[in-house]
């Protein structure tokens, strides 16, 4: 993953760039890892790519945010395989700086659900533009959030900026750097959905702001920061969404053949 215009998380900054003339920094750095042939863990769908990617297509069209949930249960073995397949994205210099914490505990999400509405209550009262809030009101949004208690799931997705300090280290030792962590969580929480939706299930993009109260609530270290809080379950029964209408491929798609 190559920056242009932002600097990696934890590295230099355009304003204070490495020497170029200290020619050290590239002495004694770790040898090139083992590489393995691709052939045998590439997928195959079975059928030509553009009949793979229409298939897919045609399930993902399907997906859709819903904020009404059913407390029908959904197994543990179900969310680890979601979160099995978020832990495949791609992420800068492999440091794979995201934490899933998956919460089904009911007094914890009691917990969650207040202090969000707690901020929710502030954003709609005094943060939120008239522009912020004309843009919600056709979605029927408002400080009120049910779903993180009725939702059998809450994955709480925390970006890491620092990797976690290695195995047995004394308390203290800092983690080490990472690099691009939003672009790579970003990319993590989009094959979450992904998964969920493929499982059969539903899913809610929720962020409280400021999310600080997630890391406290969950016992977090501090090298954890919140990014998301996706609720995840079946939907309630005669779920009702938005006739909302996506942007067409010639509004979202520039080709230059």
């Keep these: 993953m190559n920056g242009v215009n932002d600097s990696p998380i934890g590295g230099p900054t355009p304003t204070e760039p490495p020497d ?9 750095l770790p040898p090139l890892l083992p590489h393995v042939p691709l ?23 399907r997906r859709r945010t819903v904020r009404t949930f059913s407390d029908r249960p959904v197994s ?17 210099a492999h440091k794979q700086p995201w934490r899933f914490v998956c919460v089904s ?10 202090a969000a509405e707690a901020e929710e209550r502030e954003f709609y009262e005094r943060r939120a533009s008239r522009q912020w809030l004309e843009d919600l009101a056709p979605l029927g949004t408002d400080p009120n959030k049910p779903f993180l208690e009725v939702a059998p799931w809450l994955i709480v997705v925390f970006q890491m900026v620092k990797t976690d300090p290695p195995p047995g280290s ?20 989009g094959m979450l959905l992904a998964a ?17 109260f997630l890391r406290e609530v969950l016992g977090r270290p501090e090298h954890e920061r919140a990014f998301v809080v996706i609720p995840v379950g079946y939907p309630s029964e005669g779920c009702q969404v938005p006739d909302l209408k996506r942007k067409s491929l010639g509004e979202i798609a520039v080709f230059r053949e």
């Design 105 to 114: 505990n009911p007094a914890l999400k009691t917990k969650i659900r207040a």
């Design 170 to 189: 004394p308390a203290g030792t800092p983690g080490g750097m990472v690099y691009y962590r939003e672009e790579s969580v970003g990319i993590a929480v």
């Design 20 to 28: 170029p003339r200290d020619r050290s920094r590239f002495d004694g």
């Design 196 to 212: 969920i939706h493929h499982a059969g299930l539903v899913a809610l993009t929720h962020t409280p702001s400021p999310m600080g």
């Design 76 to 92: 543990r073995e179900t969310i680890e395989w979601c979160v099995r397949t978020a832990g495949t994205a791609p992420s800068g």
């Design 39 to 61: 052939e045998p863990m590439r997928f195959n769908p079975g059928v030509p790519p553009e009949a793979a990617a229409r298939a897919f297509f045609g399930v993902m069209d």
